[in-house]
């Protein structure tokens, strides 16, 4: 089944304390990137990747890390995540970076940062 | 710079109620809009997608929408709405760096 897994879904962490949420596809698609969505603001992009070793920053990249080793992993790193990153994190991928191309998201990770 | 904004935050309607959602974008040039539904507790899926041809997309669910470049807009309608309907809504502008509007939560009373 084609999917985007992101892990963990609920996590509950401390400010400060560097994490790590992980995101896998099994599409074999180029592009990848992670959103976070908040009340009232829609999904806003954080970093996007064109392909392996290519990333770039999105609309809010401020305190957050990504890589790009393999195809088909995008981890999202928190190197010393605050309360105002408490948010509803999406991994999302697409065949290419092209405008016509349809997103396929992941379930999405609750983050709490306390 | 590109832009979405959608005009409504939270629309209520009953069922069989007839449903427009507004959206418009701000860019000059080739457009590919989409429309994504997050039911809830789910992620984001697509709805319905333009990018060439026909300004009258149909989707899943019976949902469509109408690209009209005059008006800078993509609205999405659906004659007769179901409770299963409820959801959030979200207009979208495709490209490298996608471009979501704030979304529209929509609740259909049974």
């Known amino acids: 089944e084609a999917q985007v897994t992101q892990n963990p879904r609920y996590l509950i962490t401390v400010t400060g304390k560097k994490l790590t949420v992980t995101c896998s596809q099994n599409?074999?698609?180029?592009?990848m990137s992670w959103y976070r969505q908040d009340p009232g603001l829609g999904l806003r992009q954080i970093y996007y990747?064109?392909?392996?070793?290519?990333?770039d920053k999105g609309d809010v990249p401020e305190g957050y890390k990504v890589s790009r080793k393999e195809k088909r992993n995008f981890p999202l790193i928190l190197e010393s995540p605050s309360p105002n990153q408490t948010s509803l994190y999406f991994c999302?991928?697409?065949?290419?970076?092209?405008?016509?191309?349809?997103?396929?998201f992941g379930e999405g990770s609750w983050l709490t940062v306390v | 710079a590109q832009s979405v904004s959608q005009h409504n935050h939270h629309v209520i309607l009953s069922e069989a109620a007839s449903l427009e959602l507004g959206c418009n974008y701000s860019y000059g040039g080739t457009v590919n809009l989409f429309w994504y539904v997050q039911y809830p507790g789910q992620h984001l899926q697509l709805l319905l997608k333009y990018f060439s041809g026909d300004p009258l997309v149909k989707g899943i669910k019976g949902f469509e929408a109408e690209f009209i470049k005059s008006k800078f807009s993509f609205n999405l309608r659906k004659p007769s709405v179901q409770w299963s309907d409820t959801a959030e809504y979200f207009c979208?502008?495709?490209?490298?760096?996608?471009?979501f509007g704030a979304g529209t939560r929509l609740f259909v009373k049974a």
């Open positions: 599409m074999n698609h180029e592009y």
């Open positions: 999302a991928s697409s065949p290419t970076g092209q405008g016509g191309n349809t997103i396929y």
């Open positions: 979208a502008l495709g490209g490298f760096k996608t471009i």
């Open positions: 990747s064109m392909n392996v070793e290519v990333t």
